[in-house]
């Protein structure tokens, strides 16, 4: 795989402390049928689901990283399961019965959610509590672990079921309903305006450009 550039050097520091390696992979695929093509924008009354072989950990999440807190080490995963998740998807998608997907990256499920309720301006109404106890983690771990082989779907029930069926890890986690975002695990609650999530979200470009005026001064 092609690293195209990032931050990969072991000396690049500021006076607030080390910064994380950040390299970048570049990728390039075949997309068969543009119209077919999976987005974010889920519609009102759809049900959503979480695809994959996912266990989620908080070992070198984002989370652990804004505590402050990442340890060494990432938990071992086997790949092919993860393959087999992937290519269940994207024949899905291929074959129109799914229209909105998103992968579980930085930030965890409740971090895909709310991208997706961004970008569709709809919220939903998740439980992770069937997360909890099938993969056996904490509410923490559930909202905001990271991992590969993970995916949000949005669509008609029974065709998310229906990939169940197909050797594939499947939790019906929630529906898309009204302009808040929700999501419960265990006795952990997130709960937010959507449009609150988007001002936070369209902020970071301005709270760069305030750390690196304050680094020149």
């Not at 998740?85 to 998103?102: D, F, K, Q």
């Not at 965890?108 to 439980?127: K, P, V």
């Not at 065709?159 to 952990?188: K, P, S």
Request: aromatic residues 4%; charged residues 25%.
């Amino acid at each position: 795989a092609p690293v195209v550039g990032g931050n990969v050097s072991l000396y690049n520091e500021t006076p607030q402390g080390p910064i994380y390696p950040t390299p970048v992979v570049g990728m390039v695929g075949e997309l068969p049928d543009p119209a077919k093509a999976a987005g974010e924008d889920w519609q009102e009354g759809d049900q959503v689901a979480l695809v994959g072989p996912f266990d989620p950990s908080l070992a070198g999440s984002e989370l652990e990283k804004q505590r402050g807190q990442l340890g060494k080490g990432l938990p071992a995963r086997e790949i092919g399961p993860v393959r087999e998740a992937i290519e269940l998807v994207r024949e899905a998608v291929r074959s129109g019965r799914v229209r909105t997907v998103t992968d579980v990256s930085d930030g965890g499920i409740a971090t895909a959610l709310a991208e997706m309720a961004i970008s569709s301006g709809l919220g939903c109404e998740a439980g992770l509590d069937l997360v909890i106890s099938r993969r056996d983690c904490g509410p923490e771990d559930a909202l905001f672990g990271e991992g590969p082989g993970g995916f949000i779907l949005a669509g008609d029930k029974q065709d998310l079921e229906r990939l169940g069926g197909q050797g594939v890890d499947l939790e019906m986690i929630g529906q898309v309903t009204g302009n808040e975002i929700v999501v419960t695990a265990g006795d952990h609650r997130v709960e937010i305006l959507i449009e609150e999530a988007e001002a936070a979200f369209e902020s970071l470009a301005g709270r760069i450009e305030s750390d690196q005026a304050g680094l020149t001064r």
